[in-house]
């Protein structure tokens, strides 16, 4: 059974920084789309990030472009989100999700999968920015 298992959430100042970690286990990160969904309080789940294996097409929502950057190491099987400059808006919960890229549709390339198109879910990890 796959699993995805996110860490690196905190509290920080507005302007600060984190990086989150989703460390794959049970397939290779290769061949998967991995994507980086967030849930503030009372919303809904939105998808932020996304990269295709460990080096390939990525995508952000406008909402992070230019602060938040995805990477992936295939030596870990871990995909990174380096988040700087963060707002009381990125507060929320942080998933790691997953799908197989090799199937018909989404595309990370083209844009970020939508919730219903992601297979695997981490449980998610918390990140609070305070003003």
């Known amino acids: 059974q796959p699993r995805l298992e996110e860490s690196g959430g905190g509290s920080v100042q507005s302007g600060g920084s984190l990086r989150l970690s989703c460390t794959v286990r049970?397939?290779?990160?290769?061949?998967?789309?991995i994507g980086w969904f967030r849930q503030a309080p009372g919303k809904e789940r939105e998808g932020i990030s996304c990269?295709?294996?460990?080096?390939?097409?990525?995508n952000y929502a406008d909402s992070v472009k230019g602060r938040f950057t995805i990477s992936g190491d295939k030596s870990t099987n871990t995909v990174y989100l380096q988040m700087d400059n963060l707002e009381p808006d990125d507060t929320g919960v942080y998933y790691c999700?997953?799908?197989?890229?090799?199937?018909?549709?989404?595309?990370?390339?083209?844009?970020?999968?939508?919730?219903?198109?992601?297979?695997?879910w981490g449980q998610g990890t918390q990140v609070t920015v305070s003003s």
């Open positions: 999700t997953s799908r197989n890229a090799r199937r018909v549709g989404a595309r990370c390339g083209w844009k970020i999968p939508g919730r219903s198109e992601m297979d695997y």
């Open positions: 990269i295709t294996g460990s080096a390939g097409s990525t």
């Open positions: 049970g397939f290779n990160l290769d061949g998967y789309i």
